[in-house]
């Protein structure tokens, strides 16, 4: 069975069939409501006599719970199920924090192929919250995740919380990005109350990077993180220095658009900027139904003088995206450490422009150190939240047939 998003619902119909008979006489139906939970366990609950909930928690996936239901609409009858969650599959590829292996428990923290390591450490500090909401009361708390390892903050009771918890990760080649996931913490299934990816590409060693990062798929709501490298000496433990020249980075903020094209028959779009610089490319979060986006992102690249090129688009969850217009950020003659502002015309399209700021970081060698990166905002790419669920079922009950 396949379920969709971070809920689903188990429908189980109760038929007779008679002897020497090709047909199935329908007798009853009941419901199992489901859902995952931040901890990497599943909920389960329905609705018992005089309407009552049942609830059940499956702690680890490969924890088989058993349930008595009642069926609905009729005056008696029950039937007992037994549920196992076999694996959590995310659709970016990872899997669930306990992955079923036969009776055990295997954690994703293994992996038969290694992560190759940079030789850093990367600190990440959640130091708080603001404006968030959810559909009850707010107890939020944080799930991290980088590369196969999963960290979670301790669980807040405001809306505008203050954590100040720090992790350490250690630092992945060929993997620039965070994963966070806020929740609130619930009865029966956290609820998740946004998400968001963050950069972690171009950090500086003794350079701590503080930022506030809006939250994906909600109206509201901010997180503020403090991240930094520290380089580990193997045989010491100790922080090294920086090996090899640096020669700064470019940080792009993507403010704003306006007067852009619509894109769809009831004359809006749904814009988000590709922004390809060389031959990395990043992408803003999707403002939908709007021809005046406001996005206030902050992109980073390391300043090499390729060519910087912001492509908007027109988001379409089924169609090829559209374009709604390009332009060229001309950036190789600004002075260092100085932010240069402007409006740009799109070209290839009847009108709209968009309002950058752009700034060439070029950090004193002697004082790198000490250097405070500047507050910037990191989003995360829209992506799908969406959840596979696989459950294996076996149902007791003797001479009757179940269809799912």
């Known amino acids: 069975m396949v379920l969709h ?59 088989e719970v058993e349930m008595v239901v009642p069926f609905e609409g009729v005056t008696s009858g029950e039937l007992t199920v037994k549920l196992v969650v076999k694996e ?72 505008n919380p203050f954590w100040n918890q720090k992790f350490e990760f250690d630092e992945i080649v060929d993997d620039g990005c965070l994963k966070i996931k806020c929740y609130s913490e619930e009865t029966f299934g956290d609820e998740n109350i946004g998400s968001a990816r963050v950069n972690l590409e171009g950090l500086l060693e003794g350079s701590i990077r503080d930022i506030w990062v809006p939250l994906e798929k909600v109206n509201s709501g901010e997180l503020r993180l403090q991240i930094d490298a520290v380089r580990v000496n193997d045989a010491e433990g100790s922080r090294g220095s920086v090996s090899g020249s640096f020669n700064g980075w470019i940080e792009l903020i993507l403010v704003e658009a306006k007067d852009l094209i619509a894109a769809d028959i009831i004359g809006t779009s749904d814009p988000y900027v590709r922004v390809q610089y060389g031959s990395l490319k990043k992408r803003t979060k999707v403002m939908y139904r709007t021809l005046n986006p406001q996005w206030n992102q902050t992109l980073e690249f390391p300043d090499d003088g390729s060519p910087l090129e912001l492509h908007v688009k027109d988001h379409n969850a089924l169609l090829p995206t559209s374009s709604i217009g390009d332009c060229v950020v001309e950036y190789q003659g600004l002075p260092s450490n100085q932010m240069y502002e402007k409006w740009i015309p799109l070209q290839g399209v009847k009108r709209g422009e968009i309002h950058v700021r752009i700034t060439r970081k070029v950090p004193e060698l002697q004082t790198r150190s000490s250097l405070e990166a500047d507050a910037s905002l990191t989003k995360s790419h829209q992506i799908s939240n969406q959840v596979i669920m696989c459950y294996s079922f076996s149902f007791l009950s003797l001479g009757w047939y179940i269809f799912l």
């Open 88 to 159: 959590w599959q995310f659709s970016d590829g990872s899997l669930s924090l306990n992955k079923f292996n036969g009776s055990s428990r295997k954690s994703t923290y293994s992996s038969s192929s290694p992560l190759s390591r940079t030789g850093r450490k990367i600190n990440v500090a959640i130091m708080e919250g603001k404006d968030l909401i959810s559909s009850g009361k707010c107890d939020p708390y944080v799930k991290l995740q980088y590369g196969k390892v999963l960290q979670k903050t301790r669980t807040a009771h405001t809306s």
């Open 5 to 63: 998003e971070e809920t689903g619902t188990l429908r189980l119909n109760l038929y007779n069939c008679p002897p020497n008979s090709v047909k199935f006489d329908f007798l009853a139906k009941c419901e199992i409501k489901m859902k995952y939970a931040a901890d990497d366990s599943t909920a389960f609950w329905a609705i018992g006599h005089d309407s009552g909930v049942i609830a059940k928690h499956a702690e680890f996936c490969g924890n």
